[in-house]
């Protein structure tokens, strides 16, 4: 009988943890080695991980990414046989799986598939934590002591492998266990605002980068649509972190320096075919749509008054709208 975990109501074996089982680790879609991919682990892992490591973050500054997570059976099996060969009679023999004895020939270890605590959803390697043995390592030797509160182990990973990455998730060490997430101080109304406003930032890019009358780069050749991402990705942050009771000030900010790195950020010729075509009126539909659906869901949230607020998200994208025109002009 194979080895089996139970939670939330469901059992599973290893490398089989159910996709309704596993949650995302922060920060989104920002891990592995390459720095752009997505991290699961089971929820009650992932909930504990977020709140470490904005721990971490708030009492040393130190922000922490992985790049080992959970992991499937048939990627245990294509991990270990990338460091592990089966070993000839005359050989040392690290590990035996389904009865053969395997010669290790890589640099780190790899548990047999099936046993692995990243196949059980509880197991990260955490990136720049020291190499194999080294767990002196100054970022690690400062982060860990905050991880171990919220149920991190290492006893694992200073056994045999001696892996000063590999920790692992102990929920009955967890001290904070069932805490919210530092970040998720949001009401559900603010939620709503944030999730409208996010809507409308898909809308106004849909057809700022999909127009097909809108070159996707300068004459320069730099893509123009770094600075839109760059500015987006300002707005996402503001709208996170500025979560205040002026938040809406914020909010009416960013949109501010959004529009005027768009208008800055593109060349002479683009804003006269943006304003001849029909992408400009579908970008400002969108645009005040999204806003007007956000303004709403605000003056809902804080009791504020949306017409005053409407008012002026309204007038600010007027005023970008002229700064186009008036680029347009002296292009033309
Ligand atoms: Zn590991």
């Not at 971490?56 to 959970?70: A, D, F, H, P």
């Not at 590999?166 to 970040?183: C, F, I, N, Q, S």
Request: charged share 25%.
């Amino acid at each position: 009988m194979a080895a089996t975990k139970t939670f939330g109501g469901k059992t599973y074996t290893n490398g089989q943890c159910p996709p309704g089982l596993l949650a995302e680790l922060m920060p989104y879609g920002k891990h592995g080695n390459s720095g752009d991919q997505r991290a699961f682990l089971r929820k009650d892992a992932a909930e504990s991980w977020n709140r470490a490591i904005a721990d971490v973050e708030r009492r040393t500054g130190i922000k922490l990414r992985v790049r080992g997570w959970n992991r499937t059976y048939d990627e245990q099996v294509e991990f270990f046989l990338a460091r592990h060969r089966v070993a000839k009679a005359s050989e040392t023999a690290c590990c035996v799986w389904q009865g053969r004895r395997y010669h290790f020939t890589g640099t780190a270890h790899a548990a047999p598939p099936g046993i692995s605590n990243h196949g059980w959803a509880l197991a990260v390697d955490v990136i720049d934590f020291g190499g194999v043995g080294d767990f002196d390592n100054p970022r690690r030797k400062k982060a860990f002591p905050i991880l171990a509160e919220h149920g991190w182990t290492e006893t694992e990973g200073r056994g045999r492998i001696q892996e000063p990455w590999h920790l692992v998730y102990d929920p009955t060490k967890d001290k904070h266990k069932g805490e919210k997430p530092e970040e998720d101080d949001m009401t559900p109304a603010q939620d709503a605002a944030l999730k409208e406003i996010l809507d409308f930032k898909r809308a106004a890019e849909k057809v700022l980068l999909n127009g097909n009358k809108v070159p996707r780069t300068g004459k320069d050749g730099v893509p123009w649509t770094a600075n839109l991402m760059a500015a987006i990705a300002r707005l996402d942050s503001t709208l996170v972190k500025g979560v205040t009771p002026d938040w809406p000030a914020k909010l009416m900010a960013a949109i501010a320096r959004l529009d005027s790195t768009l208008v800055k950020g593109v060349t002479p010729d683009w804003p006269a075919k943006l304003m001849a075509s029909q992408a400009k009126t579908e970008r400002d539909a969108a645009k005040i749509n999204g806003l007007e659906a956000a303004v709403a869901a605000l003056a809902q949230s804080k009791g504020l008054d949306g017409e005053a607020i409407k008012k002026a998200v309204l007038d600010k994208i007027d005023e970008a709208l002229d700064g186009l025109t008036v680029t347009l002009t002296n292009a033309g």
